[in-house]
């Protein structure tokens, strides 16, 4: 008979006697069950474990409804027998007698008296030591229930639990692999920490021990072996420790380490959980020690701060708390809406948020009025900046944004330099978010002097447009503005003001705070020109329309600030160089908004460079010693008009030419990068793509920065390269052959050989890789094929695309390898249909459109497979019969995806899968239409669906994708009906006339509909 050998002695317990009268419903089952398991006595055998297995079931699975009459002193007492019944070698009765004290305790609320804890702690205490490790959670959770608001009763144990080698100590270390161990560990320290009113607290030197144990799980990251739930509850019960410590215990933080460390801590976990916020914790976080309030030694009265400057002080550092809340905060902000007025039966959450966006406006405008100090002044300044570039103003009312742009107007004059600096970066954020906005269009073209003050300030006055031009480095405003854009009379006083600020000296001394300006400069400081500056190219890129009547004076200041000797002026005169050249660009480009005669004249543009060419740029492309300058020069001297640069002198194109290809050796990375990049602009230009020697230089330094060690620089090299391959095939398709006859054949290997290999370099390489190397193999002319020399390179040119095409890569890198594809199926000169390689391009190919997650590389994958133009590219009857039953598998499964964005790529994907279909069907041979019929005998009514839906979506106005008009998609079902008609098929066939017959149906179908006036000639005469 085996007996519980634990340290300490248990209390005699003896079995109540039955009272004499009708046991009361309520508790009657507990009693019951308590009453046979009393009577038991620790037996060893195999039917006594059974029978107190299934005692201990029924006391766990007993209901115990809230005042169940259940005494205390009862379920202490049933709890120290059930420890009698289990020794400590029977590892599952030790793991259910666990779970029965964790239960009972927590469900009927009892915390165990002293007369039976001493007991049950060195019970549960010896089974940590003896039992199995796997037995470990289920007992530190009954440890838990038992020193619940019991801390000061377990003394004695304390050593053994929180000691150097102590228990808990040991378990809810980092390294214990077993997190749920390590949680419960966690929540047995948690609840030996919480104290009662009345009883001691728990020892100093444990109190240390625990606090330091929760600090540094709280320091922590997750483990990767931990789910979010339990790192949560893990963390949850090392706060309520911490709590526990602080509040009921009364523990104090007496060195700053330990507060900062906290503090820490505490503001990290404030927005634990929330989406969309990844916050970097510090290691400490100092506080503002307040005398006053935490009990140090008190200040004299003469001492003191005024009370005024106390909640100046409380206010700053609410407006920095609500500043950090409201940085990142876009996300669940981009849910507000009240553009209309909502009148239903409850209030959508929508409009709360919308509620509290209105709310945060108007609080933060009053108390910019009614602020004094300075300092504070710029908190809400930059507080509300914050809102304003996190608030979707495109779905809120109007007025919002006027009241903050008429307010903070007069603030651009304050005499202190931060106000100013961020009243600037306040309107910068107004005229970035959610650019253009009608709102702020009208704001732009308020009166110079509307809101602005004249008093005595720091901030230059407004001036007309060439009061600081002393001389002037291009054409003048008076010449050039018969040529700005209609329209654009009206100036904008918001670019007055900045280009002010920028070039004007200042007219009085600044105030003390002004100290950030260098001194003897008669400039404004410089944040505040840097400020300026960076709002002109924010107003560049949402309201170019406005921006370019100043195109001239700004290339002006772009052309002072790159001369100044302050490397940050030149950045920013750069940078809003980049941003005019790109508004300038997407003016010009096809898809525009823009009219026209609403364009700024090329001739305008090209003074406008010729300018820049002319000033400092050149100086500050070869600034080596300034390489973040170089390359943002880099990147302003790509953004220049195509149009444009084929009118600038030639010496002007030269430079900029030379000036690239020899930065493309700097052995900066930024540099090398921007230079690549700009490579891959300028070999789009029409005036220089078909320059074959430009191509091959652009191509030679591009290919040698394919080959850096930053994977930045082989980005955009790779980048370029696709744009080079580009070119190539444009210049095919002239009628000029001389650009292929002199383009070097062993250029082209070069080419192909490190494409080859940036196919197998990371994603952002890969999907510029893999376009290029369809570019590459579409461009090969016979001559070329035919040289040994290309046989190998052709083969691993198009096995890399295969293998692109299947890998799990991102939906970039397959769609533009499935595009490649098609374009290497262009090319008549290459052996497709005979090669080897042929029928595994198709498989990769019908595998992607038939099971690829993505929609887009599906569509793709089904535009490549309708390329080859001629039966014998598809290779033999059973390869055109895969492709055939492929395509009508990924018709049928068109609509599975579990992706919900994926849905509205659905109609465009059976658009293009009917469109190869009709294809393959007007190419088959006599051979191949068994196969056809076979699989529309099985699933036509499917596809004759579809393929009418593809017939009438373009009438109906369905946004498909779909590259033709109602009436060539009739025609393209004509062509095949009539191309079948011409097959010879052998005597006695029945395909041919079936798959007609399926075809006139279609087109009878579909007339009738529409209710056309044409016939249908020969449908039935074929």
Known sequence: MAAVQVVGSWPSVQPREAPREAIPERGNGFRLLSARLCALRPDDSSSARTEIHLLFDQLISENYSEGSGVAPEDVSALLVQACRLVPLNQNHLVSKVSQLIHHLLNRLQVIVDEQHLDFLLAYTISAIHQCSSWTHREILQALAALVYCNGSKCQKYLPELLGNTGLLMKLSDLAQSDPEVRRAAVHCMANLCLSVPGQPYLEEPYQNVCFQAFLTILQSPKSSDMDDITFCMLLQNALKGIQSLLNGGRMKLTQTDELG???????????????????????????????????????????SESSASRPTLTRACALQVLSAILEGSKQFLSVAEDTSDHRRAFTPFSVMIACSIRELHRCLLLALVAESSSQTVTQIIKCLANLVSNAPYDRLKLSLLTKVWNQIKPYIRHKDVNVRVSSLTLLGAIVSTHAPLPEVQLLLQQPCSSGL???????????????????????????????????????????????????????????????????????????????????????ARGYFSMTQAYLMELGEVICKCMGEADPSIQLHGAKLLEELGTGLIQQYKPDSTAAPDQRAPVFLVVMFWTMMLNGPLPRALQNSEHPTLQASACDALSSILPEAFSNLPNDRQMLCITVLLGLNDSKNRLVKAATSRALGVYVLFPCLRQDVIFVADAANAILMSLEDKSLNVRAKAAWSLGNLTDTLIVNMETPDPSFQEEFSGLLLLKMLRSAIEASKDKDKVKSNAVRALGNLLHFLQPSHIEKPTFAEIIEESIQALISTVLTEAAMKVRWNACYAMGNVFKNPALPLGTAPWTSQAYNALTSVVTSCKNFKVRIRSAAALSVPGKREQYGSVDQYARIWNALVTALQKSEDT??????????????????????????????????MKETLELSGNMVQSYILQFLKSGAEGDDTGAPHSPQERDQMVRMALKHMGSIQAPTGDTARRAIMGFLEEILAVCFDSSGSQGALPGLTNQ
């Open 261 to 303: 460390a906290l503090l820490a801590v505490l503001k990290k976990f404030m927005f634990h959980g929330l989406p969309g916020l990844n916050i970097e914790m510090p290691t400490v976080l100092y506080p503002t020690p307040l005398p006053q309030y935490d009990g140090r030694t008190p200040i004299k009265p003469q001492q």
């Open 453 to 539: 003050g004249n008093s005595n300030s720091a901030t230059p006055h407004l001036s007309p447009p060439d009061w600081w031009k002393k001389a002037p480095a291009g054409p003048s405003l008076e010449e050039t503005s018969v040529s700005s854009p209609k329209g654009s009379s009206e100036p904008c006083w918001l670019i007055r003001l900045c280009i002010s600020i920028v070039v004007l000296p200042k007219e009085d001394s600044c105030s003390g705070s002004d100290a950030g300006s260098a001194a003897g400069s008669t400039y404004e400081p410089s944040p505040m020109r840097l400020e300026a500056l960076q709002v002109l190219t924010l107003l």
């Open 898 to 931: 579990i992706d919900f964005l994926e849905f509205k790529y659905c109609v465009s994907l059976r658009t293009q899968i009917c469109q190869a279909l009709i294809h393959l069907l007007s190419l088959a041979s006599a051979s191949d239409l068994p196969c």
